[in-house]
T-cell receptor, first 115, second 115 residues
Framework: DAGITQSPRHKVTETGTPVTLRCHQT?????MYWYRQDPGHGLRLIHY???????DKGEVSDGYSVSRSKTEDFLLTLESATSSQTSVYFC??????????????FGQGTRLTVV | GQQVMQIPQYQHVQEGEDFTTYCNSS?????IQWYKQRPGGHPVFLIQ?????EVKKQKRLTFQFGEAKKNSSLHITATQTTDVGTYFC???????????????FGQGTILTVHP
């Protein structure tokens, strides 16, 4: 498995509180992604990064912000958590390889519950 | 926005039956990837298709990329209980600059195999 670690793995938080999820990689991959997974919706992209301090929005970015100050770390912040943000969050990384291979490697996921 | 649609959402089969899941995009894809997620796990890369009309096989799994590079399919022959899980397609769209790094997932097909 690729060297990618998400923390925390589980979290319960109250509505209105800020929450930060961390993704740490040891692969020196350029691209990093945050997805959320909900039943019936598959994996939806929240934000992604294409380099240090370079980020862009995905399809469900409202209520989320990200930061990437180092190649190895990509942080996802829920500015004021709501119950609709209860989900499983996956971080992924990818890099250009020979023959154009660009597969993504996923972390183990963070299960977030907002009560 | 650029979306990848995947059907069916669920598929229940008897062990030994075949299974197919389909992905469709309204715009041309640069490449398409397929992932498998076991229950309780994280998505794991299976394969990448790049060329128009490309067909690749992995044992009982056959992957196809349409001639127009807008659709793809995954076919499993003679399913086994070990095939249980959610199968996702993920597409990269033709775009310049940073958008090329974005990986958009379909909703996934949940496969159940009855012994």
């Amino acid at each position: 498995d690729a060297g990618i670690t998400q923390s925390p793995r589980h979290k319960v938080t109250e509505t209105g509180t800020p929450v930060t999820l961390r993704c740490h990689q040891t692969e020196n991959h350029r691209y990093m992604y945050w997805y959320r997974q909900d039943p019936g919706h598959g994996l939806r992209l929240i934000h992604y990064s294409y380099g240090v301090k370079d980020t862009d929005k995905g399809e469900v970015s409202d209520g989320y912000s990200v930061s990437r100050s180092k190649t190895e770390d990509f942080l996802l912040t829920l500015e004021s958590a709501t119950s609709s943000q209860t989900s499983v969050y996956f971080c992924a990384i990818s890099e250009w390889k020979g023959e154009g291979r660009t597969e993504a490697f996923f972390g183990q996921g963070t299960r977030l519950t907002v009560v | 926005g650029q979306q990848v649609m995947q059907i069916p959402q669920y598929q229940h089969v008897q062990e030994g039956e075949d299974f197919t899941t389909y992905c469709n995009s309204s715009t041309t894809l640069s490449n398409i990837q397929w992932y498998k997620q076991r229950p309780g796990g994280h998505p794991v890369f299976l394969i990448q298709l790049v060329k128009s009309g490309e067909v690749k096989k992995q044992k009982r799994l056959t992957f196809q990329f349409g001639e127009a590079k807008k659709n793809s399919s995954l076919h499993i022959t003679a399913t086994q209980t070990t095939d249980v899980g959610t199968y996702f397609c993920a597409g990269r769209f033709h775009a310049g600059g940073t958008s090329y790094g974005k990986l958009t997932f379909g909703q996934g097909t949940i496969l159940t195999v009855h012994p």
